[in-house]
């Protein structure tokens, strides 16, 4: 009765018109405050983290990005589209067959979503985060009509050896085929990883690196003596598969903080306040220290007056190696993964020319005092930390991925459809 319930909305929506007053509606909520005149205009689907490249390329190309949020295409589209349906990469499949009743559909709303947009401007390609959202597919499906080009950033990085394991096997699985023009990589590792998958192979792929990081060339360097804290980011989720170490790192860190110089800062960085909980419960007592808990700074904000970052598994981590910081990477216990499953490798040589990896809370406790006493110094020359950072994020040389993802994606208008 559910999935008949979804059939007889979509069929009075289509019947009634309500289907493309819908994307009408939605197309003139687009953010068009931006638009510039006389420059190629890419109206992007929006999301949190997909924005922080956005808005670095709103100000270093001469290409107007608009914004309509995903969240309001999601909603209109749950509409017609059962929850069954909603599963990212297999969706695309779905609608070949047991729910191709909702392709025209969604075509439908794509196509009068566009046609309104167009009318206030001229869209030169659509652009999204992800390859393989369901809720990405009607504008998608437009824009192969209208001979748009439908273009992807990529925010999947697939850099570890999980990471191609798991993506090959999805994609494989799920029989995803992509059906946009062309996808823009943050690796060299990722676009082996799309390749490999095979449901790519009529798209062009692009390394670009990530625009979110160019904002690090305009970030001032603070000298050392000036500097005056100490970073731990949290991998106290089991996700990071480093608990017990995390638990360990914690107190250690608490116990410096309390023998810390009254003007140095301790702080405990995790990626959002809900995140603070997990943080709480795998360190009881935590808020009784001079440790305290953040979550909205910006790491532009603290690393340059970092003495060090310590952090396991998350690129936040690696991000310390464009700010001159020392990165600590604890790695004993059960921190001590399979090397195949890290995001830093303490077991390649690039990496270890780049990051501390203390061998026990011996090794770790000695790091932590030279870094507070300010004698540690950040591992490796200039060349060897972009060296290590670009395995997972790739940096252009003489230019940024602001410009290459620029370069993409004008590439792409001129092979376009007129």
């Known amino acids: 009765m559910l999935l008949d319930g979804y059939r007889l909305r979509q069929f009075f929506d289509d019947a009634t018109g309500s289907t493309t007053a819908r994307a009408t509606q939605l197309a003139r909520k687009i953010d068009w405050s931006k638009w510039q005149p006389n420059r190629p205009t890419v109206l992007y689907l929006d999301r949190a983290l997909f924005r922080k490249d956005v808005e670095e390329m709103q100000v270093r190309t001469a290409i107007n990005f608009v914004g309509i949020s995903t969240t309001k295409v999601k909603r209109i589209l749950e509409r017609w589209v059962p929850p069954v349906g909603r599963d990212q990469t297999y969706f695309t ?9 909702l392709k025209k559909t969604l075509e439908a709303f794509g196509l009068a979503f566009l046609t309104e947009a167009t009318a206030e401007h001229r869209i030169d390609a659509v652009m999204a985060g992800n390859t393989d959202y369901w809720q990405d597919e009607a504008i998608k499906l437009a824009c192969a009509r209208l001979g748009i080009p439908f273009l992807v950033l990529a925010r999947e990085n697939y850099v570890t050896g999980y990471d191609y394991t798991m993506v090959t096997e999805r994609m494989a699985k799920a029989k995803f085929k992509f059906r946009g023009d062309g996808v823009a990589v943050f690796s060299a590792r990722s676009k082996r990883a799309f390749e490999h998958t095979g449901a790519f192979v009529d798209a062009n792929i692009a390394v670009t690196g990530a625009p979110r990081f160019d904002k690090w060339a305009d970030v001032p360097t603070v000298p050392a003596a000036e500097r005056n804290l100490m970073i731990l980011l949290s991998y106290a989720a089991p996700l990071y598969m480093g608990e017990d170490n995390f638990r360990q790192v914690t107190a250690m860190f608490v116990e410096a903080a309390a023998q810390a110089p009254a003007h140095h800062e301790y702080l405990l960085k995790v990626k959002k306040r809900s995140d603070a909980e997990i943080v709480h419960d795998n360190s009881p007592g935590l808020e009784k220290t001079k440790v305290r808990v953040i979550w909205d700074d ?3 904000d603290l690393y340059p007056r970092a003495r060090a970052v310590i952090g396991y598994n998350t690129l936040a981590a690696l991000e310390g190696l464009l700010a001159d910081v020392p990165v600590i990477v604890p790695t004993w216990g059960d921190a001590l993964s399979e090397p195949t499953a890290l995001l830093i490798r303490y077991d390649d040589p690039i990496d270890q ?3 501390y990896f203390p061998k026990s809370p011996e090794e770790f406790k000695a790091l932590l005092r030279q870094a507070s006493e300010g004698t540690l110094r950040s591992k490796g020359n200039l060349a060897e930390r972009r060296a290590c950072f ?7 040389e003489n230019s940024t991925s602001s410009r290459e993802v620029e370069k993409f994606i004008l590439a792409n208008l001129a092979t376009s459809k007129p």
Request: proline fraction near 9%; hydrophobic fraction near 40%.
């Open 353 to 355: 020319a780049a990051i």
């Open 93 to 101: 499949k779905m609608l070949e067959t047991n729910l191709h009743h």
């Open 390 to 396: 670009s395995q997972r994020i790739y940096l252009p």
């Open 298 to 300: 910006p790491l532009y």
